[in-house]
């Protein structure tokens, strides 16, 4: 039979990326040594060199690497920069998170307005 919407996809509630910023320097890298790590190579001082493209075949596991250089190979970032890109991730989840709840809103809305038949007829077949 056709359906004209894809199935499989329904959007699910948003949940955080990171609980909070200590497990987002985590994530990123950070260590004893690193507190806040680099995010351009996520605390570990090199990265793929661009002027190496992937083998074909190997991909990226045989790779040139070059100095980080954002962080000129250190591997350190600044607590400013790990605070910065951790708002991201929080104002982001927000923003999903309040498009979620409106969508909920609005079914709670549109069944408050069907009758007992209509809920049991949508529940049976689907939309
Ligand atoms: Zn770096």
Redesign the pocket.
Known sequence: MHREFATGFRRTRPRRSYKNFGLFCLAHGSDIGNRYP?L??RGQ?RIDDPADPPCPVKGFKHVRHID?P??RGS?KGTKEACRQAYRETVDAYCQEKDEYDRLVRLRKAAFARLTKDEITALRELGV
Do not use: H, V, Y
């Open positions: 680099c351009a190579c001082g980080c954002a962080c591997g």
